[in-house]
């Protein structure tokens, strides 16, 4: 190799840094558009009047439920036909289906397209992450993966106070906004990635992802449909019964299929099918805050989306802190310690609102403490998780575990929001009722964090015994031969 020719990790050049900001661009995008749209939900339901706040729920739920269901999928698809392929078809795709997305002329237009988008981000993240993996020394991936989770977090934290200043402008800007950094990260993409090693797999199973669909999206129906219907309805039960089908249909080909819409192997690592539970848990609760706390401002304080975007602010800027350390200090006390701190900070910050707020406007002893808390805890659970995949599996299996765990993310993502249109239901239109409903919203957040801590503690746990068998296996390799001599 010439001197000043860029190293090469398979095919991938390695210019660490720039891979790093490509990748963490794309996948800074598709997290974005998971959250920044609650802001937009009263300008939005203000041009299409006739959709009921369930029917509303499903500009959200179709983009997380398609990449959810995707994201597996896309991974084995990176293996097959190159990872710098894929990223660049979902970063077209994400692009243009959010251009479709502002010119939507209905509500399900608008649904469509947002399920179109959810393919192109579904491509992109785990194909970043794996690009990321290529282009980095092992010495120095941890570090890499920690930065690439932190703007993910960011990125989620951002969409509400981001929403709020583009909603200004109007809700199209919502989605206007991915076209151009989306064309720029594309040309970066370009020109600074390289191919990676094209892995010879059999075919991806397209049908069991169809199922994955199917389950999850059944069962957020259910719940979205709840309030009006009932439980006992029929379309309810027969929604949830679908749900067992797909999600059972799910399990038992990803079993036997040779290319599994789910890599189940990897939850045979006890850190990470704990890590796994966790995200799918603290995901549902961080979902479900982003739009309870949207609600509350817009309807019970009567704020507009800006201020109400703005007064979310607090939250976002102690994640861009605190994801920054995460990782840091998870390499010293342990990522199931720092997670189980992070779900805890979470939990607690509900249970403040809980506590210290009621129908009248109550800001600085109110809604910012939670918020500090509330952003502690992601900041501090999101990149910690996310790390899991390069601490706890080996090279081969990064993919498939990365697409699982963000997996699980968006999985609880679904179901926090269809969560909070069960318990807020009709409720958020009518006054008499309408901040009982959203007490109802903050307690299932304290259940959320209470429980992902609760396996955190667990997870802590398997790590203190792995670590001190692993310690006992060094010191007895160690004593070995002075025992012999």
């Not at 490509?22 to 749209?37: H, Q």
């Not at 209470?450 to 790590?463: D, K, M, R």
Request: charged share 10%; glycine share 10%.
């Amino acid at each position: 190799m010439t001197a000043g020719t860029p190293q090469r990790q398979g095919d991938t050049a390695t210019r660490p840094g720039a891979v790093l900001v490509v990748t963490s661009s794309a996948a800074f995008l598709a997290t974005l558009d998971l959250f920044i749209v609650n802001i937009a939900f009263p300008a939005i339901s203000a041009d299409f009047a006739d959709a009921d706040f369930g029917q509303m729920s499903w500009i959200l739920n179709s983009y997380t439920v398609v990449f959810a269901a995707v994201l597996a999928l896309a991974g084995r698809l990176a293996d097959r036909y190159g990872h710098r392929r894929v990223f660049l078809v979902g970063l077209a795709v994400f692009t243009a289906a959010s251009a479709v997305c502002a010119l939507a002329p209905s509500l399900w237009a608008l649904v469509a397209a947002r399920t179109v988008q959810g393919v192109g981000a579904a491509l992109i993240t785990p194909t970043s992450l794996s690009l990321l993996l290529n282009a980095w020394p092992a010495e120095r991936r941890a570090k890499a993966v920690g930065t690439w989770a932190s703007v993910g977090a960011v990125a989620a934290a951002l969409g509400p106070p981001l929403g709020g200043l583009l909603v200004a402008a109007g809700w199209q800007w919502v989605f206007l906004v991915n076209v151009p950094l989306g064309i720029v990260t594309m040309v970066a993409a370009v020109r600074i990635l390289r191919e990676s090693d094209i892995t010879p797999i059999g075919r991806p199973d397209l049908l069991g992802a169809g199922f994955l669909v199917l389950g999850v999206g059944a069962l957020a129906y259910a719940l979205v449909e709840v309030p009006e219907r009932g439980w006992d309805a029929a379309v309810v039960l027969v929604s949830l019964a679908v749900s067992v089908s797909g999600l059972t249909a799910v399990v038992i080909r990803s079993r036997r299929h040779p290319v599994p819409a789910l890599d189940l192997a990897v939850l045979r690592v006890p850190e990470f099918a704990l890590a796994i539970v966790m995200m799918l848990a603290f995901s549902c609760g961080f979902a479900g805050m982003l739009l309870v706390n949207v609600l509350y401002l817009t309807s019970t304080w009567g704020w507009s989306a800006q201020a109400a975007g703005l007064g979310l602010a607090a939250g976002p800027v102690v994640v861009v802190v605190v994801a920054r350390l995460a990782n840091r200090v998870a390499a010293r006390l342990g990522i199931g310690t720092v997670a189980t701190l992070g779900a805890t900070s979470f939990m607690a910050g509900a249970l403040w609102w809980l506590w210290r707020l009621g129908p009248s406007e109550n800001y600085l002893a109110g809604l910012l403490p939670g918020q500090l808390l509330t952003g502690l805890g992601v900041g501090l659970i999101l990149p910690t998780l996310s790390s899991v995949v390069g601490s706890a599996l080996p090279g081969p299996r990064w993919g498939s575990g990365s697409s699982l765990i963000n997996t699980a993310r968006q999985v609880g993502s679904v179901l926090g929001i269809a969560l909070i249109v069960t318990v807020v239901g009709t409720h958020i239109a009518s006054t008499p009722t309408k901040f009982a409903a959203i007490r109802s919203g903050w307690a299932l957040l304290a259940a959320a964090g209470a429980t992902s801590a609760l396996v955190g503690l667990v997870l802590t746990a398997v790590e203190y015994r792995t670590a001190l068998r692993h310690r006992c296996s060094r010191e007895s390799q160690h004593e070995t031969p002075l025992k012999t001599a």
